[in-house]
């Protein structure tokens, strides 16, 4: 949905709901979602899996479910070797660049 179908206010109040992470001036959605994009590429994929499982699984479930399917979900990817190499790397010292709101 365009923002020229949104109600005046509309997005800010998604983002109050904690629907919308941010809102980005008009015309710059893409390049945003490109530059989230190319952070989140860099997170360990076996953590990232998880979490979009025990996200879509969240819907089904209580708060207390759900919490318990994602500490699951996130203990199965521990058992992956690349997670368990990021782990050490992020150990050291070594941190994914955040995710920062456009300046």
Do not use: C
């Not at 190319?38 to 969240?58: F, G, V």
């Not at 941190?95 to 456009?102: T, V």
């Amino acid at each position: 949905m365009g923002a020229k179908n949104l109600r005046p206010g509309a997005a800010l109040a998604a983002q109050r709901m904690g629907l919308v992470q941010e809102i980005v001036p008009p015309g710059n959605a893409l390049d945003r979602a490109i530059e989230v994009a190319e952070i989140l590429s860099t997170y360990p994929q076996p953590a990232m899996r998880a979490d979009r499982r025990a996200a879509l699984a969240s819907f089904a479930l209580g708060i207390e479910d759900g919490l318990r399917f994602e500490v699951e979900a996130h203990r199965e990817s521990m058992n992956d070797p690349a997670m368990a190499k990021w782990l050490e790397r992020f150990a050291s010292g070594e941190r994914p660049q955040p995710i920062r709101p456009p300046q």
